[in-house]
């Protein structure tokens, strides 16, 4: 009997911490750990064949330039945007677009922009969720949005090149490319005092975007943290 309710109360105490600081959101979401980046490689990156991966990658340097003209600071409420950096193509908008979007709170305009799985599209749905629950984040502070080209994710490590791969096959992606967003950000204190998984400050996220068909306009599909490239 004391065996059972040990274990009933070590449940309840797992739950509960499960429950701070709100759903987790696509900012907070940990990629899973694969089995190709955990086990020890057969073959060096050199001598794999990654043209699966490299046929679809968007030529980014060649993406047509956009004539936007961002905001520098924008405003909703209680809440601020602020982009340091322009954006150079529709790639880069479109994730300048998903941190405005979240700070408008148009999380119907936040959708329209989310493809992937279905987790990665419950991740995004979190936001709505949490921010009717008064939790969500006071500033983006966006320091640079860079589309990354081709040659960087050749010259990445197998792990990394097997997630991309998974995920676009997952995804069905025909066509793909991963942008790079410098930014920070700063909790309101509702989500302060909720102990949020990470703590205020500058980190780095990739973004995998694409298109499920040839010319369809591109969604983003799975986010990466610091350390991915």
């Known amino acids: 009997m004391k065996k059972i309710y040990l274990l009933l109360l070590i449940c309840a105490i ?87 979007a979240i700070v408008s709170a148009d999380f119907d305009g936040l959708m329209e922009l989310v493809g992937g799985s279905g987790a990665y599209k419950i991740a995004n749905e979190n936001e709505r969720k949490n921010f009717n629950e008064g939790l969500y984040m006071k500033e983006y502070d966006i320091h640079g949005l860079t589309a990354v080209s081709l040659d960087e994710i050749k010259e990445a490590g197998a792990g990394t090149k097997e997630t991309l791969l998974s995920d676009i096959e997952e995804c069905g992606l025909v066509s793909y490319a991963v942008v790079r967003a410098d930014l920070s950000w700063k909790y309101n204190e509702a ?18 975007l694409g298109s499920a068909e040839k010319d369809a306009e591109v969604k983003i599909c799975q986010t990466y943290w610091d350390d991915f490239l």
Request: aromatic residues 10%; glycine residues 4%; hydrophobic residues 30%.
């Open 14 to 100: 797992t739950l509960a911490g499960c429950s701070e600081g709100g759903k987790e959101t696509a900012e907070e979401m940990e990629p899973a750990v694969t089995e190709e980046e955990t086990a020890e490689p057969e073959k060096t990156v050199d001598d794999r064949d990654w043209s699966a991966l490299y046929d679809g990658y968007i030529d980014v340097e060649s993406l047509p330039a956009l004539d936007v003209d961002l905001e520098k600071e924008y405003v909703c409420d209680d809440r601020t945007l602020i982009m340091e950096d322009s954006v150079d193509n529709d790639l880069e908008y479109t994730v300048y677009k998903r941190y405005r």
């Open 191 to 208: 989500q302060l005092a909720a102990a949020p998984q990470l703590p205020e400050g500058r980190y780095i996220r990739y973004y995998l």
